[in-house]
């Protein structure tokens, strides 16, 4: 029997796209199992590489936009249009990470009370000057916390303080917030269909909120994230005041650092589960019949993984199929054995010794490879399998002989 191996990993935030993640797993996968079979299947989940994924599943086209960054710097941002039968309406993806994520906030100014998500509304009307008729927003790895305050007035949204002035950008805006007018909201955006892949385990607010759970991860303190709470329950309460909608507590209304409230109160979208979303482009499923053992790996492996991470959903998917699964990460944080009861039934580390975030981040790629070469070795020494090169094979045509 040829062992089948399924490489199906999420991207390491800043430092290796889910494609790339794949291409370094597949090369230690080979080191350590000559003779197995190799199936990629990177997963994106809505943050970064997600426009690039689902416009090559697709065979669609990608262009740039200059847009607004999260300090407001210029940056050039990817949108995508997905590849479709002749006739259907225009699908355009749009990624938060392309124009708020983490990446593009400098490590001396990761102060999310002051990123703004301007630049994915910029992305947004873009797309709509382009003709999309559809927009599939992926939300994931922002730096951001504004609860999409900027993406609304990009879009012609008013955010007003108590003297009719514009609140000033960020979620430290929001504590100023006293009224919002829609009246100047880009029109199109109502002839538009509005969707947007989330994790459904984001709450705006609460125990669970996203300025408690995501907030030092974006560089707040302790007191910044106390003042973000406090602002986007005023953001909410104006938001239910403006549309009539209460998402305080609406699932997946807290990604992106409450974008997913704003894009869905404001713009009108809606919001999914984003594996409802992603699956119906990827082929995860169909490849998992066809394999043994199935690897996936993210940036680091916690007891936030089995809260919609994609190596969680992975495990998930591959026990419906009895399929044994090992996860690969960056770094193991608090809780990181919680992934064994989300399925997980091995996982290991990539880091070999101590060393700054800047080299694990430069040295990712060939760190990912070795740790998933030496933890398929562990598996072949279990299994019986032989872990020594396969024979070169020799093709012969009548005027040479090729080694292959």
Known sequence: ?????????????????????????????????????????????????????????????????????????????????????????????????????????????????????????????AALDAGA???????????????????????????????????????????????IDLSGLDARLHRTQLDAAVNWQNQLLGPRGVARVHGPQKGATTTQVAEMEVALHNF?????????????????????????????ALLGGRLHPRYEVVMQYLDLDRLMDRCHLVLTAEGQLDDQTPRGKVPAEVARRAKQRGLPVIAVAGALGPGADSNHAAGIDAYTSTLREPCSLDDAFRQAGPWLADATEQALRMVAIGMGLSTAPAAPAVVRSPDATVVV
């Open 236 to 264: 909410a309460r104006h938001l239910h005041r403006a549309t009539g909608m209460d998402v305080s507590r609406q699932p997946g209304s807290g990604a992106s650092g409450g974008l997913g409230a704003g894009f869905c």
């Open 1 to 125: 029997m040829t062992l089948t191996l399924l490489i199906a990993p999420s991207g390491f935030k800043e430092s290796l796209l889910p494609w790339q993640a794949a291409e370094h797993m597949a090369d230690g996968a080979r080191r350590a199992l000559p003779h197995a079979r190799i199936i990629q299947a990177p997963v994106v989940d809505g943050g970064e590489g997600f426009t690039e994924g689902l416009v090559h599943a697709t065979g669609g086209s990608l262009r740039t936009v200059d847009v607004s960054g999260p300090v407001g710097q210029r940056l050039q941002a990817r949108l995508g249009f997905l590849g479709e039968a002749p006739g259907t309406p225009t699908t355009a993806v749009v990624e938060v990470a392309a124009a708020a994520g983490l990446r593009w906030v400098p490590a001396d100014r990761r102060n999310p009370l002051h990123t703004c998500s301007r630049g994915v509304g910029e992305l947004i009307r």
């Open 133 to 179: 008729r559809r927009i599939l927003l992926g939300c994931g790895d922002s730096g951001i916390n504004d609860g999409g305050a900027g993406m609304a007035q990009a879009l012609g949204a008013r955010l007003l303080d108590a003297r009719g002035n514009a609140i000033a950008p960020g979620a430290a805006g929001l504590l100023q917030l006293a009224h």
